[in-house]
């Protein structure tokens, strides 16, 4: 019964999904991408050799968020898809990096 | 016509989904369905069960109160009954309630839809909450013995203890997936089978709530999942997360642990909500007052509430910085609620107002949740809290706010949209005299506790003081009451499904969707996809008929004279 009445809302979403397939992105450009986050995992490891005090985990988690970005925006082709799943992409991570930022504001200030 | 809708007679011979051919047969034909309506019925029936044991773990638990000392049980026997109470009252009954019974049976009919998005996904989902249940219940009768850490397994005593917290675990985590794959069945189904003219401002206020709950069923809940599976890993490999003798941080656990299960309170009582704003435009036979600002709340509420965690943590040792921080943003989340709470009261103003049971269950939930609200305010307040946290006045909070919100609601919505499930009306006198009869138990079971609270009763003892003793005879005999008052209405309305009388499609006069096929309705919903001219509460086509009723009275009493 999938989709039996589908399309009725939303026909934009519908036929810029299949627009959106003829944009995937060529093999040189997902390997660009590999090498870049093959690139970012190396500066994470090396990073994490050098004493950067409580600047560690800032840093370690900007390149993670750096490397999300790539593999949400080409290898799961968000890049290239419709405004409405970017928004909720938006929002997700929106939430996540507030939720993240108030826990913080117990870790920092717990031994003050 | 509901919700100004194009409708399209349905065949006279068309049969209903009970009794509609299908490919399978006898019990297959349910355990096989991938229609959304035998699935919600599905749903129903297992909570029914799981609701009525946590309920009598309950009521032992209230009568081992009754004197001090051990009466009934021992200490660790407690520990378990109130662990195994809390755990499938949440996980099982009040976070699906509502989304897995009525958001199936009835949200694709408001829609105008002819099922979920993704039907077999759906059955999926009730096969992943049957497992979890029934490991849950399963973790009673094997290993060292039920958990006794509570429904909240805080970390580092869920790590230390031999009963059987890993089970108790890993059935929540099975549980979990259930509610993520609902929750994006539900949202699939909202973007993409809306019936034609059915905007997002034209949809019933029900599907708005389910919309933001399902939301919170996405967003939040895989953060619970890996939190219990690092449970799980830590007691079975020592890995250090949690535990503060391997530098773990019991603390993050509970960040972790309330992280979801602060939204979760919303995904309990936001679907709760959306009922409500279903029942009162009906019965007060009027549009529902302020529709935009309730539909916004609900998306306020969902966000607002994903900041508030914090609140369960005041008194566990986190930062006086993120302490303040959280009790402003714990305020914050009441607007959103006072907006629905007001639009309600004022829907109500110079209303049509018939008091039928779904009507009666919903008022007693005003008056009900607004004394588990405004109780959250002062647990929300720093200093307050920590004279009342961990006492029974959070006890009293939680069941006002849970069991007065969403219990009285999904009692509420039994009756509201019984007709329409069952094509028969259960007995409307048997169901008013429950409802009140519930109303007398619920405030004496749990009032009492407010004050022991206030008094400095500690929750989760199986033993206390003799000066405690008068509050907790008062709540034990609440709690008989009460449960004599559940009782009368689940007989009545069993009574309804097997011998009651025939109904309509409209028996309540309401203007949605679902009101406008057949009940109980076809396999298929609708003929013809219906399509949407106006609004979800329109109810002029009926304010023409009564006022076309009156005028002939008028005429007849003239005539008479």
Known sequence: ?112 | MANGTIAVPHKAAEPDFYHVRTKHTGIWAWLLTTDHKRIGLMYLSAMTFFFLSAMTLGVLMRLEMLTPGETIMSAQTYNSFFTLHGVIMIFLFIIPGVPAVFGNFILPIQLGAKDVQFPKLNLLSWYLYMIGGILALFSLFIGTGIADTGWTFYAPYSIRTTTNVSISVFAAFILGFSSILTGLNFLTTIHRLRCPGMTWFRMPLFVWSIYATSWIQVLATPVIGITLLLVILERAFGIGVFDPTLGGDPLLFQHLFWIYSHPAVYIMILPAMGVVSEIIPTFSKKPIFGYVPIAISSLGIALVGYLVWGHHMFSSGISDTSRVIFSLLTFIVALPSGIKVFNWVATLYKGSIEVTAPMLFTLLFIFIFSIGGLTGLTLGALNTDLHLTDTYYVVAHFHYVMFGGMGLIFFASMHYWFPKMYGKMYNEKVAKVSAYWIAVGFNTLYFPMFIMGYLGMPRRYYDYLPEYQIWHVISTVGSWILVSGILIMVFNLVKGIRSGKPTTANPWGGTTLEWTVPSPPPLENFDVIPTVTTGPYDHTQMQKQLREQYKQQQKAEEEKN
């Open chain 1, 1 to 112: 019964m999938d989709n039996h009445n589908s399309g009725h809302s939303e026909h934009s979403e519908h036929n810029d999904g299949h627009i959106a397939e003829a944009h995937h992105p060529s093999y040189g450009i997902n390997v660009l991408v590999w090498i870049g986050l093959i690139a970012l995992t190396s500066i994470t490891v090396s990073v994490s050799g050098i004493n950067l005090g409580s600047l560690a985990l800032t840093v370690a988690l900007i390149i993670a968020t750096v490397k999300t970005m790539f593999v949400i925006n080409f290898f799961m082709h968000l890049k290239f898809d419709n405004k409405v799943f970017k928004i909720f992409v938006g929002v997700c991570m929106l939430i996540f990096i507030v939720v993240l930022v108030l826990t913080f504001f117990d870790l920092t200030f717990r031994y003050e």
